[in-house]
């Protein structure tokens, strides 16, 4: 049966991991990425993986934030701006009780980096890949 380029691109990965792993060397990655770049059926693309040990699941146990260096930079910004809201928002609750003022400027401090980190995310940047 004829492989396709998605299949292709998967088994490169598979052998990416595995190296990352240290399953395999460079150079022993580097042919067979180049097997699985010429594969035209499905058997040929085992051939190149039937030595290494069965891939485990991938870790994605993030229902908000993907596992990728995308999906950790935005919970690292997420973490870094309810931080700053928070200890805005418990100045202000201290400086509205002590009648220093009214006005709700921790709005302001937690607004603007909200709305980017809300953007940012329905667009895509951190989430994890759709399942379905």
Known sequence: MRVSDLARQEMAERLRRAHEEGLI????FDERVGVVWGARTRDELRSVTADLPKPRRQRNHGIVFADSAGGVAMKVLTTIWACVVAVALTSWGIMTLTG???DPW????AGPPGVVL???YVAGAGRPPRRG
């Open 100 to 102: 220093l003022t009214d």
């Open 106 to 109: 921790w709005l302001w401090v």
């Open 25 to 28: 060397d460079l150079s022993e």
């Open 118 to 120: 809300l953007v940012l």
